[in-house]
Structures are given as structure tokens and as C-alpha cells.
């Protein structure tokens, strides 16, 4: 019987019903806070959310401090029973050391909503990486690593049940900074040893017009292939950055799964630059179709990361329940059947995280 790690004990992965394998419920990326230079601007920046400051706030939310950090559990709570009564089963977190892990909340939350929720373990940017992690060797590494996947985390006893998500991040033409390759190839090799999903943070950049996104995928399989890992439990995640065949080449190259978890986030980052945003979901949907239709429903996951307030309801946002409220009812408009939804949902997470 195949098994999955939840923080509320091992569950068959027969029962996770609904999954989303890329979500955030206690995140806290102040790594990304770009505040404004000028003294009123930053005041402004660190205020509370307000009806006068929303559209300023979802027109640029890593310019508002707020924004990055979920910090209130009964609303986290609130929000993702929301997921729950709309038809969702289990959230794989991908909260980590250095940005807002907290197993006792994760379990709370779990108690709570009667999800299944997977706590992950990894490291997300360098710019996030705890100051120990820049005099670990790789091997050291991997065995924290594993520890937490085998033992449990920070003396909880919560087991692991994913690894990531690993970020990648620098300027467009490189593909990771240097601590960020050591944590990849502790991850491959962590998975190696456990057989756990897991999946990429990519260094991709948010596109305006007139500009094609790079990606380094293949510097990044090509190093998880050397140190040994699955590429079958390999999901690299925020694929509705990219083109559809993006994703093929992707899945012709072995991974197991292409992640689509950015529905809802349509806010933009103009402390990047002017119009800099996120995909707007009617490019994500019809990228999950051209990939439907060439027969590629059996390798997606969809899913809603929450990764910022403004995704929340409480603050405008379509919340953790938005692909079962909104997406799956547009991917069917568009023409997915019933069986295809449901091997996205259900199916296809079932495969990727039981291990056994």
C-alpha cells in the first residue's frame, strides 16, 4: 500500500481525494519585500490592508510587506476549509525553514478543516537560506534532509511527506546562485534515498510584452539525473510562467509531472518594472488545454499556491477553493471531460506522492 506522510500521521494514498501539490498556509517570503526608497512610500508600505490601499497593494505586492507573511491562523483556517467544502481532500505545503514552516500550526490547521496536509522539507531561495546552510556540505545537507523525512521535524515527530519547493533564483541568464545548486543536489539526493515527490522553485522571470521567457530546466534535470534522483516523482512547479512546450519538452525529458498552481495569483510586481505580473489564468487555462489535447492529462497538477494576502478572500483574492470553484468548471466549458479533471485532481497526485 502506497503511504503518504501527513503532519497528522501516515494516510493511504488511496484517501487523499483532491489534491493541490504546491500550497502555502503559513509563508512568510519577507526575502522578496521590496520596499520603496522614499520614507512616506515605505510608511506606507508596512501599513495594514485597507480598501483604499487593496488595488495598490495587488498592483504591486512585493512593495507591500503585509502582503508576504501569513500570520493569522484562524484565517488561514477559514480560508482553506473553504478547499475542503468545495471538494478538496489534501494541501501539499511547501512552507519551509527560512520561510514561515510551523508544523504546530500545520497541524492546527489540519485539525481544524479535516484536511490531509503534507508539511515538505528543502529549502527555498538563497536569499531565504538560514545562515547555516552556507557552511553545510551537500551531504549534510541531504541528511537533514532525510532526517526529517524518516524521523520528523524539528522534534515534533511530524514526518515530511515532500521535498520542496527548491528555489532557484538570480538574474535571467543564470540558473540558480551557488548555495541554491549545493540545496538541489541535496534534494536529488534526498529523494534518492526516500522516494518522496519533489519539486522546483524555477528562476523564471515575469514577462511584458514582446518578451519570451528562458528557463533552465535542462541544467536543472540534467544535475538531478547525476545525483541519482527519480525524475518520475520530479514536479517542477509555476509552469503557467512558461509556454506549453515548455512542459513537453519537460515530460519528453522524464519528469514525472508539470505543476500549474498560479490560478488566481493575476496580481502584478511593478517594483520589478511596469506591467510585470503573474499569468493571468485564461492563459494558464488554455495552456493546460493545448497540453490536454496533445494528451498530457495524465502528467498535470493543478492547483491555487495562495502564495500572497491578496490571494485570500478575506482580501479580494479566490482563495484555496478557487480551482474547485472556478478553473474546473472553465477547463470542462473548454472542453476536458469529467475523466480527464479528475485524473489531474485526484488521480495523478495519488501517483506522485504515496511512496511504497
Same mark, same amino acid.
Given at each position: 500500500? %502506497? ?5 497528522? *500521521?501516515?494516510?493511504?494514498? &488511496? *484517501? ?30 508596512? &501599513?495594514?490592508? #485597507? ?8 498592483? =504591486? +505586492? ?8 501569513q500570520d493569522d491562523v484562524e484565517l488561514t483556517i477559514r480560508e482553506a476549509a473553504e478547499f475542503k467544502k468545495h471538494g478538496g481532500g489534501t ?20 485539525? @481544524? ?6 508539511? #515538505? ?5 538563497? *536569499? &531565504? ?39 532557484? #533564483? ?22 534518492? %534515498? ?8 524555477? =528562476? ?32 517542477? #512547479? ?10 513537453e519538452r519537460l515530460l519528453q525529458r522524464g519528469v514525472g509531472f508539470v505543476s500549474y498552481d498560479h490560478f488566481g495569483h493575476e496580481e502584478l510586481c511593478e517594483a520589478i518594472g511596469p506591467g510585470r505580473g503573474f499569468t493571468p489564468d485564461r492563459i494558464e487555462v488554455a ?9 498530457? @492529462? =495524465?502528467?498535470?497538477?493543478? +492547483?491555487?499556491?495562495? *502564495? ?39 488521480? =495523478? ?8
Amino acid at each position: 500500500m %502506497a503511504t503518504v506522510n501527513t503532519v497528522l *500521521g501516515p494516510v493511504d494514498a &488511496a *484517501g487523499l481525494g483532491g489534491t493541490m501539490s504546491h500550497v502555502h498556509l503559513t509563508l512568510d517570503i519577507s526575502c522578496w519585500y521590496m520596499p520603496p526608497q522614499d520614507p512616506q512610500r515605505r510608511e506606507a508600505a508596512e &501599513a495594514e490592508f #485597507s480598501l483604499d490601499n487593496l488595488g495598490r497593494i495587488r498592483r =504591486n +505586492g512585493l512593495g507591500f510587506k503585509r502582503n508576504l507573511v501569513q500570520d493569522d491562523v484562524e484565517l488561514t483556517i477559514r480560508e482553506a476549509a473553504e478547499f475542503k467544502k468545495h471538494g478538496g481532500g489534501t494541501i501539499i505545503n511547501m512552507d519551509l525553514e527560512g520561510i514561515g514552516r510551523n508544523v504546530p500550526a500545520l497541524q492546527q490547521i489540519a485539525r @481544524a478543516t479535516d484536511l490531509h496536509i503534507v508539511a #515538505s522539507t528543502g529549502w527555498y531561495i538563497q *536569499g &531565504a537560506h538560514p545562515a547555516r546552510i552556507a557552511g553545510m556540505s551537500i551531504e549534510e545537507m541531504a541528511d537533514i534532509m532525510i532526517g526529517e523525512i524518516l524521523e520528523g521535524i524539528d522534534g515534533t515527530g511530524v514526518r515530511a511527506g515532500n521535498i520542496g519547493e527548491i528555489g532557484l #533564483s538570480g538574474m535571467p541568464d543564470v540558473p540558480f546562485q551557488p548555495q541554491e545548486e549545493k540545496v538541489l543536489r541535496a534534494a536529488a539526493r534526498a529523494q534518492r %534515498a526516500t522516494g518522496l515527490s519533489l519539486t522546483l522553485h524555477p =528562476n523564471a522571470h515575469l514577462t511584458i510584452y514582446g518578451e519570451s521567457p528562458a528557463d533552465h530546466f535542462d541544467t536543472y534535470i540534467d544535475i538531478l539525473e547525476r545525483e541519482g534522483a527519480d525524475l518520475g516523482k520530479v514536479y517542477p #512547479s509555476h509552469l503557467g510562467l512558461f509556454e506549453a512546450h515548455t512542459a513537453e519538452r519537460l515530460l519528453q525529458r522524464g519528469v514525472g509531472f508539470v505543476s500549474y498552481d498560479h490560478f488566481g495569483h493575476e496580481e502584478l510586481c511593478e517594483a520589478i518594472g511596469p506591467g510585470r505580473g503573474f499569468t493571468p489564468d485564461r492563459i494558464e487555462v488554455a495552456t493546460v488545454m493545448e497540453l490536454i489535447g496533445k494528451g498530457y @492529462a =495524465n502528467r498535470i497538477l493543478l +492547483g491555487a499556491e495562495v *502564495g500572497w494576502k491578496t490571494c485570500y478572500k478575506a482580501y479580494g483574492g479566490w482563495g484555496y477553493s478557487h480551482v474547485y470553484e472556478n478553473i474546473l468548471p472553465w477547463l470542462r466549458a473548454c472542453g476536458a471531460t469529467d475523466e480527464q479533471l479528475h485524473t489531474m485532481m485526484v488521480d =495523478n497526485p495519488r501517483r506522485l506522492h504515496g511512496v511504497g
